[in-house]
DNA sequence: TTGTATGCGTTATCAC
DNA sequence: GTGATAACGCATACAA
């Protein structure tokens, strides 16, 4: 079978670096496209030489070179996951599923994030694009046109946001989640509602005020939107007066992060969330059970998101329908004062 | 843009694929060769030819490819950045650190997540090993032998775990931190603490016990560990009653995300924090600071160990001193009750 | 079923 | 300073 090593390590042909089909064909006596054959392709050769092949192969612990086998074929066997901002919380999930969906499939992810500079996203999209199977845009600062470039080049999908039929994307269906929110405000007597967009660049914040004033339609509530903040903890704290002066009972942000500065600053403020200000958010980030109070909120399955993302890029799966969102009911909403 | 070739677009030189540095050399009258030293070596070729070239390279929109780069040269400019664990919110000030590092040096990085799985966390090392430049290790399940075995055959940095002199490691210096902690307990007159550890198997979490109690010992508290606990909100709650047990009035825990358990849990069976019990984490994670009450905390520079750790793997800096750790004080760490 | 020959796009080693 | 040519490690028509 094998030479007689002279240790218990694996015996390699050449110095250090790592063997090669050349080196696992000569150990299994074959020549090297059949090894080549035996591991790429197991049936299509017979089941003592590939038996020999891989005993060979393990002996000498060898693996597949991935960087050669991407030059022959153009299959990199690798995605890239691009961020817009990390420090989010709601690409944590995102991340996670698309990391376990591209395991599943023998695929590395690569993860980029553009700290919200579109010119890094840009850069860091040309860089690797030749190097990728596939692009996955996540909170993407890129244009639409810039998009169906890449889309142009290489399989794409954008996920929560829409770019037309030009490139996939992943999308959630705001309606049940949003208007679940609605109704539990209307059921515990809010009839005017207020709004805190995010950046107006943003196309899903315009999306779920859209939704917002849909459910506000259906129910026969009032609904304002203030001036668009950044979508971060500040902005949302910056918001609560505006909040505040259309004499709302309860707000809906763009997203948790924003809220969870309103409640902080409706707390130092004296602000009494619920009793004088519900406060619903969105994404369900991490932390939003634990704040002071535990924050309600409308949430998308992002982890689910990522995964579909993946499958998609991959070719696995067609845009199916939009995910569905659902409102989680906390204390930050709660009756209005009598 | 357009694919017509006659048109305002670049020239392809063949049909949908990308341009080589053949089509390059074509376009600029001259051979393959010097294309390639105009764009990876400019100083090794005149001035003149080397600006025809960039001009041809720039009218067809060539990029190298890194794939028959990485094959020729065995640099792949990829750094594999595995995660044990991405739902733990300490990793992403890492990813951060490092995904803004690796950027600034032209090196892409890959994520992975184990999911908490030894066997997989080995798997992936194994597939990436061959395709990229370096692996940094961020809450690795592996042993210290598998570890040495991967360092062996690539550059490898481990973050905030010491596996000896066989391999680089990027660690913190808990006695600023939790010097500075258990000082402000005992000024706030505390005399007798505990502590919650993570797993047995956690380097760091024995660490954090001897800094523990080597400041309990200089400023003459008391400190008791109680049993171990799954490193989760869960763990951190099911802990609080032996925390009680122990008579101590405050607790320090292996990280905050226990903390932030043990928090809930003694909020839901009326334990009032600080006045029964102080509290006191580790890492300084996302809603550490709007938790109630918020909670004090010692942290280290993670985005920094992130950065430190690529520029260690990358060679371009040794194993420097240890990253100092920081107290920061929070209502969760309060007076102990007269 | 297996072996032969060639190409993937780049860099490296020579000549010139 | 530039050109010709051989690798890098694998996959794949094609021949046997």
Redesign the interface.
Known sequence: MTDLADGAAPRRARGGT?PTIYDVARAAGVNPSTVSRALSRPERVSTATAQRIREAAAELEF?L????R??QTGR?N?LALMIGD??N?VV?DI??GA??EA?QHGC??????S?ESST?EAA?A???I??VDGLILAITRLADEQIH?LARRKPLVVVNRDVGDRAASVLADLDPGIGAAVEHLAELGHRRLAYVPGPVVSWISGQRLLAIERACARLGLDCEAVGPRRPTREGGAAALDEVLATGASAVLGYNDMMM?GL??AAASRGVRVPEQLSVVGFDDI??AD???PPLATVRMPLALAGRRAVRMVLGHERAGAPLPTEFVPRPSAGPVAA
């Open positions: 790592a693996h070179n991935p960087t050669a991407a030059l990199t690798t990390i420090t919380p944590f991340i996670r990391t376990a395991a590395t992810l690569i993860v980029t994030d700290e890094r860091d040309r860089r690797l030749p190097a470039d969870l409640l902080e991490f932390g634990f704040a002071s």
